[in-house]
């Protein structure tokens, strides 16, 4: 999460970008030279200096220049000022920066997945036709019925589980709110305006609470271990989310079945879900 009061002092964008680059090095590194912010920005080593001056100025006490090691060393006072310090998005943004030896391999891996693709061109009518609020006549492959279909729609918004995108769409001929996932779209048509843009979407605006706690067959000490794994509090944890995602977020925590309702344990009989 950004700080934007910090960042509002610093005018330019890329000023800012290679401030929170030095910040998230000091934090989870520990250290920073020069070097680092010329191969990550391709900027040279004047503009990097006066960026880690600058950094040093408005974050007072959080590191030091180390002259054996001509680095930046992070102090046992360092925190940061710009953002909320996370691991996730601050790897995604430097792991390059947080290799030693290329000899060791990649100091982050992913995991490896299909790739879902779509035509662009699809991708573009379909976020075009949604923030102009206009309807679109697509032809669209349904798992259901194993053929391509001829429908008309009203892109509203896009939905991602993690592993692909859907659009969410009015649609014409069944007259409600429903998701189509982009790579199945064989064909998207001329747009024109929608005669169902008053419609409102309460699935995608509405909240729910998905309540979960460990498998409760599990012995004492794995359910202990996946309390602290999920940031369970009194053996729970409660996950909020829109209602229109509610069955994407089960089904990436395990949860599958022909009947989705609670109580159900997950695949790996870890979780339970209990409402």
Not at 114 to 127: E, G, M, W, Y
Request: aromatic residues 10%.
């Amino acid at each position: 999460m950004l700080n934007m009061s910090n960042l509002k002092s610093i005018s330019a964008w890329s000023e800012q970008q290679r401030l929170i680059f030095v910040e998230r090095l000091l934090y989870w590194r520990g250290s920073i030279n020069r070097k680092d912010l010329c191969e990550h920005f391709g900027i040279s080593m004047p503009q990097a200096t006066k960026d880690l001056v600058a950094y040093t100025s408005m974050n007072s006490g959080a590191c030091s220049y180390d002259v054996r090691q001509k680095c930046y060393v992070a102090s046992a006072r360092m925190r940061t000022v710009f953002q909320q310090a996370d691991f996730g998005e601050a790897m995604h943004d430097m792991a390059s920066a947080m290799m030693k030896d290329e000899g060791e391999g990649e100091f982050i891996l992913g995991m490896t997945r299909p790739q879902r693709t779509a035509n662009l061109a699809i991708f573009r009518k379909l976020s075009l036709a949604a923030y102009r609020n206009e309807s679109v006549e697509a032809s669209y492959w349904s798992i259901r019925s194993g053929a391509s279909v001829s429908r008309r729609m009203s892109p509203r918004a896009f939905g991602y589980d993690g592993l692909r995108w859907h659009v969410r769409a009015f649609c014409h001929n069944k007259e409600q709110f429903l998701d189509f996932v982009i790579g199945r779209f064989e064909s998207v048509g001329k747009a024109e305006p929608s005669p169902f843009s008053d419609r409102v979407d309460s699935d995608w605006i509405e909240n729910v609470d998905l309540q979960l706690r460990p498998n409760p067959d599990l012995d004492a000490g794995k359910q202990r271990a996946l309390e602290m794994d999920y940031g369970m509090e009194d053996g729970q944890c409660i996950l909020t989310v829109r209602k229109a995602m509610k069955l994407y977020t089960l089904r990436r925590l395990g949860f599958v079945g022909e009947s989705m309702a609670p109580p159900m344990v997950n695949e790996l009989q870890e979780l339970e879900w209990i409402a």
